[in-house]
């Protein structure tokens, strides 16, 4: 059986494709999720992929990730940058977590340069557009078979 990704998107992000291309591109939310799931089954993830805009819920669907889930990727929108809840919850995860932006938060306003997310993430990328989601799950895949290897190994 292959591995799960959860791949946890938080709010606005339902808007993407609509406003800001110049910003986040023209693609929509559905459309990166069509090339995660075309990936995930290239790397043998099965990928569940979610969008919402409450922090509430995202809390509630990353304690549901233990246990289920292989790895987590997530894009938080502004909670990225405010949410001590989901820093706490990511804490308690004890597989890969990827952070992933569509843009680059450093070259963008002061208040996007703290991640609070980043502090509990394995590996960051920003920036890269929806690309950088495929790149995300190209590291988790890598990681769940270095994983296997040597499972002693993991930090
Ligand atoms: O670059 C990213 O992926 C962000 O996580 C996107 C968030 C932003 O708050 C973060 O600082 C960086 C915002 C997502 C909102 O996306 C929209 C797209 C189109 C129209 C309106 C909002």
Known sequence: MGSGLLILNGPNLNMLGRRQPEIYGRETLSDIESACKLHGAELGLSVDFRQTNSEGELVGWIQE??????????????????????????????????????SNIYRRESFRHRSYVSGAATGVICGLGSRGYLLAMDAVAAMLAEDRQRPEDRQ
């Open 65 to 102: 990730a233990a246990g289920v889930a292989d790895a987590v990727i997530i894009n938080a929108g502004a909670y990225t940058h405010t949410s001590v809840a989901l820093f706490d919850a990511l804490l308690l995860l004890d597989m890969p977590i990827i952070e992933v932006h569509l």
